[in-house]
């Protein structure tokens, strides 16, 4: 990712500040950095009354495997959405000088920046004001939920309904002539799939797991939909885990159908939300939907037959968009022309 040559960096890009990843792409270059948006604390060493920022990113990925005493792991979105500290805008001009010294963007630059619906206008601006003092010389804000539209094959006359299985929420959105009409959060989102996995291995074998080993386990042996387990890649994981009992490390072997077992109250609520939330979104676009489909996206949208819990949601036909890791960033992008390359004449007048 950062063998590229300063000549070959982008000029235009989009940027995507998740709650889970952050991403820049490219229309023409692709994806350009991928990095977790963490940041680990120094919580014995404060700065100005908060807490000493450490690493961002992969590097604060690194130290935190090392378990080191004193740190802390946190998700700057979602601390800034409680706390409104400014570690969104660090994190993120922290990936800008990462990008730019590695030369993948250019100094001077246009920026694309998505904005998400839970994000709050003080830590939008604190992100604007972050890329103006990175260089950016232009800079556009888009609907986040507009941008994934962007990523389908449909064109802006086409009325859609899309869910996007994001980190901390799923959100359904019906999108129309270029305008997202509607939007609702639901609930359940990757966290609360994570965190049912925890409680449920904890009530049932006292069994205490970190937030990352809950969610490998989803990874490996989750599906949404009792019926798809023999569909799962494993039909068990083993992993490491604390017992509550002893007080010791110890390895533990999970079923697909225990895992599936411990879900269903937690997938039984995102299906009747969805059914809710459909429910709510205009009639005409719901008609148009039974042609087009529902689109999906995000995270979740990879759990096994999810596109099946949403068909029985709604009744509707599903379609599971390309790539929906990054299908949000990638939507934005697209709307962003860069410079043509220069023809080969160009080339050769170029070199006298």
Do not use: W
């Amino acid at each position: 990712m950062f063998s590229r040559q300063k000549n070959n960096a982008a000029k235009r890009f989009a940027i995507d500040p998740g709650a889970f990843r952050t991403r820049f792409y490219s229309a023409n270059r692709g994806l350009l950095l991928d990095q977790p948006s963490i940041a680990t604390l120094d919580m014995d060493h404060p700065i100005g009354g908060s807490k000493a920022v450490v690493k961002f990113g992969d590097e604060a990925e690194a130290v935190n495997s090392q378990g080191l005493d004193g740190l802390r792991k946190i998700r700057p979105v979602q601390f800034d959405q409680r706390n409104d500290l400014g570690l969104s805008a660090k994190m993120l001009s922290y990936f800008l000088n990462q990008a730019t010294q590695s030369g993948l963007t250019s100094k001077t630059t246009e920026i694309l920046l998505l904005q998400h619906h839970d994000c709050s206008q003080s830590i939008s601006r604190q992100l604007q004001k972050a890329c103006r003092s990175s260089g950016a010389k232009n800079i556009q804000v888009i609907d986040a939920a507009l941008a994934a539209f962007y990523s389908t094959e449909l064109t802006e006359s086409d009325p859609c309904i899309m869910i996007d299985f994001g980190t901390t929420a799923a959100r359904v959105f019906a999108v129309a002539g270029g305008e997202v009409l509607h939007y609702q959060n639901l609930s359940c989102g990757g966290d609360a799939i994570d965190q049912a996995i925890a409680a449920g291995l904890l009530e049932r074998f006292s069994l205490q797991v970190s937030e990352d080993t809950a969610r490998e386990i989803k990874h490996s042996v989750a599906a949404a939909t009792p019926q798809s387990i023999i569909q799962c890649t494993r039909s068990s994981c083993q992993v490491d885990c604390l017992s509550v009992k002893t007080n010791t490390m110890t390895r533990f072997r999970i079923s697909s159908e225990t895992i599936n077992d411990i879900l269903q109250p937690t997938l039984a609520r995102l299906s009747s939300e969805i059914t809710t939330a459909l429910s709510k979104i205009d009639s005409s676009i719901t008609q148009t939907a039974y042609e087009t489909g529902i689109r999906i996206t995000g995270g979740g949208a990879l759990l096994p037959r999810m596109d099946q819990l949403v068909i029985a949601a709604t009744g509707l036909p599903v379609e599971s968009i390309r790539r929906p890791l990054n299908s949000s960033v990638r939507g934005a992008a697209s709307t962003m022309v860069e410079d043509e390359p220069e023809t080969y004449e160009q080339y050769l007048d170029a070199l006298g």
